[in-house]
Structures are given as structure tokens and as C-alpha cells.
């Protein structure tokens, strides 16, 4: 019953800006820290953003100052602003709860490419 959809990753040159989006459902989103991961090939999930359920944010720091955490509780969405991309970031993004709880999604994959 509970489901995360990410949506919104692609090719991107580097430098350039991509939005992704999760949507959730199957739980009370609002009272729950949420983050983005990521997992590029041969390595392992790595945290990269978290919001709070208050609203506060923290990032890991490969991509502070470059990507922007947000939610909207109405909604059931999360989203990760990523701007000035390197090639470093491209990996496939999920969404989850911060402690990852869920199952995961699908998730979205972003490709960062001259």
C-alpha cells in the first residue's frame, strides 16, 4: 500500500538543471522526515538530502550549495532541486523516509553527460 514514485530525471549536460519529484501515498507523509539517495553504478546508496517534517534541511556535502530539498505536505510530494550538475552526480534517485523504512521505488535516473 505504500508507494513512492520518483519522477523527473534525464540527460543533462553538465552545468545544467534538473527537478526531480516523489510522490508518496500509503502513509501519513507529513509527520515524517524525508530524503533523496542516490546510487550511481557499483556503488553503494548514499544519502544526498533530507527535510525534516518541520521543514529544516540538510545535505550531504557533494552537492550543498547545488541542490534544494523541498516538500509540499498537501500534496504528498517531495522534491530535489538540482542545479550545476556534475557528471559525478549522475546515479539513479530515490525518495524515501529519513531512516529509510519503505520499500523502495523505481526510481528516476539522472545522467550528467557532455
Known amino acids: 500500500q505504500v508507494q513512492l514514485v520518483e519522477s523527473g530525471g534525464g540527460l543533462v549536460q553538465p552545468g545544467g538543471s534538473l527537478r526531480l519529484s516523489c510522490v508518496a501515498s500509503?502513509?501519513?507523509?507529513?509527520?515524517?522526515?524525508m530524503a533523496w539517495y542516490r546510487q550511481a553504478p557499483g556503488n553503494q546508496r548514499e544519502l544526498v538530502a533530507v527535510?525534516?517534517?518541520?521543514?529544516?534541511?540538510n545535505y550531504a556535502d557533494s552537492v550543498k550549495g547545488r541542490f534544494t530539498i523541498s516538500r509540499d505536505n498537501a500534496k504528498n510530494t517531495v522534491h530535489l532541486q538540482m542545479n550545476s550538475l556534475k557528471p559525478e552526480d549522475t546515479a539513479v534517485y530515490y525518495c524515501?523516509?529519513?531512516?529509510?523504512?519503505?520499500?523502495w521505488g523505481q526510481g528516476t535516473q539522472v545522467t550528467v553527460s557532455s
Open positions: 524515501n523516509r529519513d531512516p529509510s523504512s519503505l520499500n
Open positions: 500509503g502513509y501519513i507523509f507529513s509527520i515524517y522526515d
Open positions: 527535510i525534516i517534517s518541520g521543514g529544516g534541511t
